[in-house]
């Protein structure tokens, strides 16, 4: 008999990781002659545990798989839910008896680090218990942090975002007159600077904005940077600089939590104020000049408006690829992109140990920050640009782009 | 011999800004046998004073013009400049010395209220001093507040792109499990709540988010926002809160001035959280649930990812019937739009007394409010929905939007 395919999506949502539910469950469907039933984890594995899981096929009959590819977000709803590490833990005979239950032969689960361990761990108690399930990770994350792969599904579209949200930006700060501006635009990603990086490619000619772009892999000091700051303000009438959420100083506090003075608000709350905060502050008083500060917030994850048809096409391809290797005997993987060496851009799909890659964490490499601290290199360029290429048409509805959503929540 | 044409922008910028200044540039060449000259004023009347103005024709002949019609902020500058009460004061002879040494007979400019102000006094000025030169006002403001106009250019855009903004933080907040979470966006408009009304055409269905929203229009009670908080969370686990930057109390004060704990920060300065922020922690406080607030900043008059066809049809429109109209003999007037009562959506270009039309303030009627303040009627989203209508396809270079911009800023 046939055995059953069960996907889900854990971790934060991204622009395109309805892309690779999609590419997942339209190889499923189209190998009939080796899957049977593909069911979704209604988030997670948490979902899986609940016994909330749907059979995904209706959706393909009905095209809402189609309208489900370019719906940012979780199709199916994520988790953060993080397996024991102990192996004897009473929830992994609970999740294999689900398995047994809806008769699953293989396993999908998109997302990040976190989702790649817990392919890992049931992969290992799979192994323990000598269960023929085949377990594969798909990758998933605006980080771009997950080691042994070129780049990551979500990224491109959040570069992208990034990209062309900071160039707008800098049209709107450049709009009044020689009186001396500041902009600081605050980039999500704690301890890699992938996407604060993307900023970069913002610029329309050398010497544009954002002059000055701070990653979290270097130590960043705030005396240094008014200095920057101040110097590039004499060349630039309107700055704009792009920091990391995740900035810090060479003993590692992060720069949003230097305000001292706040200690709580009225309801006994500590305010933090995030880092682009705390540095508008800093510009104002330092240098007296009109400074503002802005959050690209949740948007730089799950904006439609911004997809990369590169990103969009690979994440379903890394989908599809998982379930060809699974089908192929492959387990206890996740899928990976290897970028061949000459232009133009082509990746390769291949597999890599999955427990060789949850728990790590690819950073910008220092080679590509210059000295200072302030900028990045020609190579990150020559490496992000390929990524953000293409534009998605997002179907429209009244005016709206029109997002598949499961009618129960 | 034939006169000049000189045009201007002024206030914050749009993302169709740019398409009126395409509308009024176009008209005015295509117009040889009545206009000479095609000048812009480089940030607005600050700009003309300075003697800091451009040839336009140039533009129409590279391409640029038509690359300048779909480029957000403002391609000449803008400036915040406000002309003196005082009809005798020094300025006025001064501004019309540049329009002698230029020869100017006709002057637009694009902007809000503060922009019609200018438009206003200049005219006052020349029918005191018998000048023959024409004014005419082309209406924009993503805060869609002024009067005698059906709406502005600038609002659809703005408006698209809220209501696609937050559909998807919709999407983003749905995809974590049961547990309940509130998520606060708050949105542009200090005194109309236009932009923020506009959030309620983000629901895909009856009940969705955003399930409340809260314009400036009417008062703010913190506590019956708290209730229907708690209420609203008990059909719906992930709500989405949708508020206007200006919200205020009974007593006018503004929600984001409630803060009375927190004075200043390190460099003295007052640490003024925003309404999204100050309510954040009052859930927080209250209601014990996950909360978070997000500014949607100035993305919402920026992007040129969510341009509402309509919009920027409109925006050019208007720039070429103020052309048409000041050739016709018309001055002292600005743009306006009458829509025709009978469907499908039509409208009718207009002039209306510029005089009757700054320092005025249209905002949402309270008959579209419901009556607890906590939402909008079928009016407004009969009102808004045409406006949003119709994507456009911007340029891209290298995957990114390609703008237009003045080559020396």
């Known amino acids: 008999m046939k055995k059953n395919v069960i996907v889900g999506q854990s971790g934060g949502p991204t622009a395109v990781i309805n892309s690779s539910l999609y590419g997942v469950v339209c190889e499923a469907l189209n190998r009939e002659d080796s899957c049977g039933t593909v069911y979704g984890m209604i988030n997670g594995i948490e979902g899986l545990l609940k016994g909330t899981v749907m059979d995904m096929e209706p959706l393909e009959r009905s095209g809402e798989l189609e309208l489900i590819r370019t ?31 809806y008769h699953i032969g293989f396993f999908f689960y998109i997302g990040g680090n976190d989702s790649m361990d817990t392919v890992s761990k049931l992969s290992a108690y799979a192994d323990k218990i000598d269960s023929e399930i085949r377990f594969i990770g798909i990758p998933k994350t605006i980080d771009n942090d997950l080691v042994l792969t070129d780049h990551t599904p979500g990224f491109g579209s959040a570069a992208k975002y990034v990209a062309s949200t900071v160039r707008e930006i800098a049209l709107d700060a ?18 890699a600077g992938w996407l604060t990086a993307a900023s970069a490619l913002a610029r329309k000619f050398e010497g544009d904005n954002p002059v000055l772009i701070y990653l979290p892999e270097t130590a960043f000091d705030p005396d240094k940077f008014i200095e920057s700051v101040r110097s590039s303000l004499e060349s630039v009438s309107n700055l704009v600089v792009c920091i990391s959420e995740g900035i810090h100083d060479a003993e590692g506090t992060f720069i949003c939590e230097l305000e001292k003075n706040v200690e709580t608000d009225t309801f006994g709350h500590k305010m933090l104020t995030g880092s682009g905060k705390y540095l508008e502050n800093l510009v104002k008083e330092k240098l007296g000049v009109k400074v503002r500060s802005v959050e690209l917030n949740v948007s730089q994850r799950c904006s439609s408006a911004m997809l990369s048809g590169t990103d969009l096409k690979e994440a379903a391809a890394a989908g599809a690829y998982g379930v060809k290797c699974a089908l192929e ?13 000459d232009a133009p851009y082509r990746i390769d799909y291949e597999l890599k140990d999955v427990h060789l890659i949850c728990n790590q964490e690819k950073t910008v490499p220092l080679e590509w920050i210059t000295k200072d601290g302030s900028d990045v290199s020609q190579d990150f360029i020559d490496y992000a640009l390929p990524l953000i290429q293409g534009s998605v048409k997002v179907p429209e509805e009244n005016g709206l782009p029109k997002f598949a959503y499961r009618k129960n929540c």
């Open 71 to 101: 719906t940012p977000g979780a199709y199916l709803g994520s988790c953060r839910y993080r397996l024991p590490d102990d192996l004897e833990d009473e929830v992994y005979p609970r999740i294999f008896e689900r398995f047994e239950e």
């Open 174 to 191: 450049s709009v009044y007159d020689s009186k001396k501006s500041v902009t600081i635009v605050e980039i999500m990603g704690r301890h």
């Open 329 to 341: 005997g492959a387990s206890t993987k996740m899928v990976a992109f290897t970028r061949l060496p």
